[in-house]
């Protein structure tokens, strides 16, 4: 089941969208004793990124993976990590809320392999995964009408061609998305109106918008400052 928050204030969304999130990560270590967070990169996430590492949960419970990654060093500018880092990861190791082990960045050195290892060995699946679409309408590294989104893989792939700059790119799996728990979708300023149009477009399915693989996950909310 999915539902749309829209609120013209993007702080407000932010805030809502933290809280919702911290609510479930909550929940799923109250059931399991521990959850599995999946975050992409994105000038879009930073916000909620500030939001979360304000909030009372219990990080030392969190294990932290990417949706995908440039295939760059972890320092580098184009890195989704860098901006995780920034924003979350040492905020909260500067309080020592976070230990390094709960921390999985993907390391394009080691491949998808070594990733899907580490994935497995905490559950083999994303229970909370936060989401942002693109102009495009693709989510992670999954783009329209692009052999990414309609690959079978069970974990993550890779590609040389990604539509977006650079052509370099780790993903995590259209199957691996729609299996999570909790999910929430991002589309925020000017620039994603047409992807919500998209989004919103009965008649295209998931090849033609990734960003509808959110309605695959078992409870999902999709958070937008646009109307359509």
Same mark, same amino acid.
């Given at each position: ?42 000038? =879009?996430?930073?916000? !909620? $990124?500030?939001?979360? @590492?304000?909030?009372? +949960? ?8 990417? #949706? ?30 976070? =230990?390094?082990?709960? !921390? $999985?960045?993907?390391? @394009?050195?080691?491949? +998808? ?8 060995? #905490? ?106």
């Amino acid at each position: 089941m999915t539902t749309t928050k829209y609120d013209p204030n993007r702080a407000a969304l932010e805030r809502l969208c933290a809280e919702t999130i911290a609510q479930q990560l909550q929940a799923v270590i109250a059931r399991r004793g521990s959850v599995v967070f999946a975050v992409p990169g994105g000038r =879009s996430v930073s916000g !909620i $990124f500030s939001e979360l @590492a304000s909030r009372s +949960i219990d990080w030392q419970d969190v294990k932290i993976f990417v #949706v995908d990654e440039r295939q760059v060093s972890l320092t580098s500018d184009q890195s989704n990590f860098k901006l995780l880092s920034h924003y979350l990861i040492e905020p909260l190791q500067k309080l020592n809320k976070l =230990s390094p082990d709960n !921390i $999985f960045p993907y390391d @394009a050195a080691q491949g +998808i392999e070594k990733y899907q290892q580490q994935l497995e060995a #905490v559950g083999a699946k994303f229970d909370v995964v936060l989401l942002s679409a693109g102009e495009d309408g693709h989510v992670a590294g999954l783009f329209p009408n692009h052999h990414s989104i309609e690959s079978t893989a069970p974990f993550f792939l890779t590609m040389t061609d990604s539509p977006k700059p650079p052509p370099e790119r780790m993903t995590t799996s259209k199957r691996l998305l729609a299996a999570a728990t909790y999910g929430s979708l991002l589309f925020f300023g000017d620039g994603k109106k047409q992807a919500l149009k998209n989004y919103q477009d009965q008649t295209l399915g998931v090849t033609d918008c990734p960003a509808k693989i959110v309605d695959l996950v078992e409870q999902a909310t999709v958070y937008t400052d646009n109307t359509v």
